[in-house]
């Protein structure tokens, strides 16, 4: 018999195994999310016969669960008509000392001095965006194209690039990463891109020379191999969903109640990558996202950990505040806040603790005597200012808590929900080739969207993960149709 693919996607299979091949193309695609869509529009757009496998019933990934928010700057079109003025090199500032501690420089900058035609290239293929901005830092009720969607208002990141809101949404009412999925998958189709759904690739296919030649799956259960004259790509998601690499790996995120991912996000692809001689880098980093706000308001109380002591601005943005909360400070934080900030959070949860005294407060949160007391003593101080000296939160966001009663809101983790997705992956060049632990590309391979390691390390704002899959998406597409073919 054959021998069947399905063993462990770190093990390749040696090309002089496979008893037949069931395809042979120029360029294989793994996965059709927003990486893999795009990597296909420009490996067909480049001539090559392309070949999209989809373990699911159709494209879309984790993209067409989202919200459809991506990140781009530098300028964009829609970023001008909404009357903000950005460039590369402010975004390339903002990405490089907000994705840290050790950011992709080229990587960043790849993305930032592509973005702006990106964008124009989303235009041409008829995704629309309404030229209004909305001003409240989260996703807009209604049909606004712009807002801002990371820390570039927040210290110290507002000095040290000029902020310019981002984030860039589809016009459509409801779900816009499905729309938006719609739109690129008929793209990749249109170009001539073949479609091939319900296969679950499970390794790659190497020659004699290490290279990649070709994807073994299954399909209804029965052994497939497609052979890659040019080269694979892989852009089959991250590792969220997958427990034992989570252990392994990144087990901070086990306290995560919200998976912001798909059945796909199983960490398949990055295990054939490494199988096949890729390095898998940053595979502890998550994003991790805390909706401590709406309301807006909360925004002035102050975050305090299990010693009560402040470790945050208050004003930072989701993402960033359940990436400190959950990483930094174990997950045990309480929002403390006086009557006229108190609201309850629409949607992170939470208990709700309330005492008429900060002493009565500290005593039934458990904190040691004084710890409570002191931070907010030394919190008003400033705020009777109008001044943040600790952390400089913006002087819209302080004022002094003294309104009795006052309250807590325990949004530990396992009290209110942080959602989160994973960012290590393989590691990638900027022509998204995948490398090996020495830094060389591996010969025939690609990766990108969550199946490469993310420019955030850690340090995310929201709208990378798609922007970040398309840019490097077709950069990988590019590519590989137009690589040397593995015969010559």
């Not at 296909?40 to 001539?47: D, K």
């Not at 909305?134 to 507002?158: A, C, D, I, K």
Request: with cysteine; net charge negative; charged share 25%.
């Amino acid at each position: 018999m054959p021998p069947r693919p399905n063993a462990d996607p770190a093990t390749p299979l040696p090309e002089a195994s496979v008893p037949r091949w069931d395809a042979e193309l120029d360029v294989v695609v793994v996965g059709m999310g927003a990486a893999g869509a795009c990597a296909a529009i420009e490996a067909a757009r480049a001539g090559a016969r392309v070949l999209v496998l989809e373990r699911a019933g159709g494209g879309g990934g984790t993209t067409a669960v989202s919200d459809g928010m991506m990140y781009f700057g530098g300028g964009t079109a829609l970023q001008q008509a909404c009357g903000f003025e950005d460039s590369v090199e402010e975004m390339t500032k903002y990405l490089m000392a907000s994705c840290g501690p050790e950011p992709d420089e080229a990587r960043i900058r790849v993305y930032c001095e592509e973005s702006a035609a990106h964008y124009d290239w989303l235009v041409e293929l008829g995704v629309p965006f309404k030229a209004e901005f909305y001003p409240e830092r989260m996703l807009s009720p209604g049909e606004e194209g712009l807002t801002y969607s990371g820390n570039e208002l927040v210290h110290p990141f507002r000095d040290l690039a000029v902020p310019a809101p981002r984030a860039h949404m589809p016009q459509k009412e409801g779900q816009a990463g499905a729309f938006l999925m719609q739109k690129l998958c008929a793209e990749a189709e249109r170009a001539g891109s073949q479609v091939v759904t319900n296969v679950l690739c499970e390794r790659l296919i190497l020659d004699t020379r290490g290279r990649v030649v070709g994807v073994a799956g299954t399909l209804a259960g029965e052994p497939r191999h497609y052979r890659a004259r040019r080269g694979v790509v892989l852009c089959a998601g991250g590792f969220v969903n997958n427990r034992e690499m989570i252990r392994q790996y990144a087990p901070a995120l086990r306290k995560a109640r919200f998976r912001a991912s798909t059945e796909g996000d199983d960490g398949r692809g990055i295990r054939m990558g490494m199988g096949a001689g890729g390095a898998a880098i940053r595979m502890s980093m998550g994003s991790v996202t805390l909706p401590f706000y709406p309301p807006k308001k909360l925004m002035r109380g102050i975050f305090v950990n299990r010693y009560g002591q402040r470790f945050m601005p208050e004003d930072v943005y989701q993402g960033r505040a359940g990436e400190i909360a959950l990483l930094q400070q174990e997950g045990r934080v309480w929002l403390v806040l006086d009557d006229e900030s108190f609201e309850r959070p629409v949607f992170a949860g939470g208990e709700i603790h309330a005492a008429e005294t900060i002493a009565e407060l500290e005593a039934e949160l458990g904190f040691a005597e004084g710890t409570l007391q002191s931070t907010v003593a030394l919190y008003n101080a400033g705020a009777e200012r109008g001044e943040d000296p600790v952390f400089h939160k913006a002087s819209e966001y302080v004022a002094p808590l003294r309104t009795p009663p006052f309250g807590a809101i325990d949004l530990s983790w396992d009290k209110a929900i942080y959602a989160a997705f994973t960012l290590g992956g393989l590691a990638t060049d900027t022509e998204a080739r995948v490398l090996n632990p020495d830094g060389d590309p591996v010969p025939g391979l690609w990766a990108a969207g969550r199946t490469a390691a993310s420019i955030s390390s850690p340090g995310y704002s929201s709208g990378t993960s798609i922007g970040e899959a398309q840019i490097f998406g077709r950069i990988a597409g590019r590519n590989a149709a137009q690589a040397t073919r593995a015969e010559d």
